[in-house]
């Protein structure tokens, strides 16, 4: 592998190696937006404790707005599912990234609208984590679509990153927020814990995915 290919970071004897493969779709991360590198609030959850919801009549619960990327293991335990308000961008404090709580009485249909929907992550080593990920609406279940993201007690990490490779400072972030190596964390299988028309949904990645091409959809794994 040439140099341009492989990018080196020093602590925790992690080699990040950049390898181009061919993956279909997707446009930029949703999470362009993203100021900075500061975590959330921490939540304080634990792998592998179910996630309990907290009790929130359906109307407190619509007054609710966050943005997607401030989500938090206490947000997806309180609601499996958040859809986007994408009908009140520009109203102040809310962009394409703001979403609220949605309540489905029956299995969630996600040609409805934009949502999100809590997942599960197992990891390479069999341990698992809560995430989330964006349910195909029109049948286009590729990673670039779906966008699964963790979610730790210390912030998210992202899987899908679109068009921004991630610096050394954010792989470096990353693997500290998970605990975890590249032996211990990939391959990373996903699927949703919430019910939903035509079933469960599924996926999984070899690293963190970056959109390299539009023209040929062409991604570049890091890891």
């Known amino acids: 592998m040439d140099n341009d290919n492989e990018i080196r970071a020093s602590g925790n004897d992690l080699n990040r190696k950049m390898i181009t493969e061919v993956v279909a779709w997707d446009d930029l991360s949703r999470f362009e937006g993203e100021g900075g590198l500061e975590a959330p609030v921490s939540a304080a959850e634990l792998i592998d404790v179910p996630l309990e919801k907290d009790a929130c009549t359906v109307g407190e619960s619509q007054r609710i707005r966050k943005q997607v990327y401030e989500l ?25 990234s703001t979403v609220r709580p949605y309540h489905a009485s029956a299995a969630l249909d996600p040609a409805d609208r934009m949502f999100i929907v809590r997942a599960l992550f197992t990891l390479a080593d069999g341990s698992r984590m809560w995430g989330y990920f964006t349910p195909p609406g029109r049948g286009d279940a590729t990673i670039g679509s779906l966008q699964p993201t963790i979610v730790t007690d210390r912030g998210q990490v992202r899987l899908w990153c679109g068009t921004a490779v991630p610096s050394l400072k954010r792989l470096a972030q990353n693997y500290e927020f998970l605990g975890k190596n ?40 890091v890891v």
């Open 72 to 96: 938090t293991l206490n947000d997806l335990r309180a609601f499996p599912v958040w859809e986007f308000r994408l009908d009140e961008q520009g109203e102040e404090g809310r962009d394409e």
């Open 182 to 221: 590249q032996k211990h964390l990939f391959p990373i299988r996903f699927e949703s814990d919430v019910d939903l028309v035509g079933g469960p949904v599924r996926g999984a990645v070899p690293g963190f995915l970056v959109l390299e091409d539009f023209q040929t959809r062409r991604t570049r794994t």
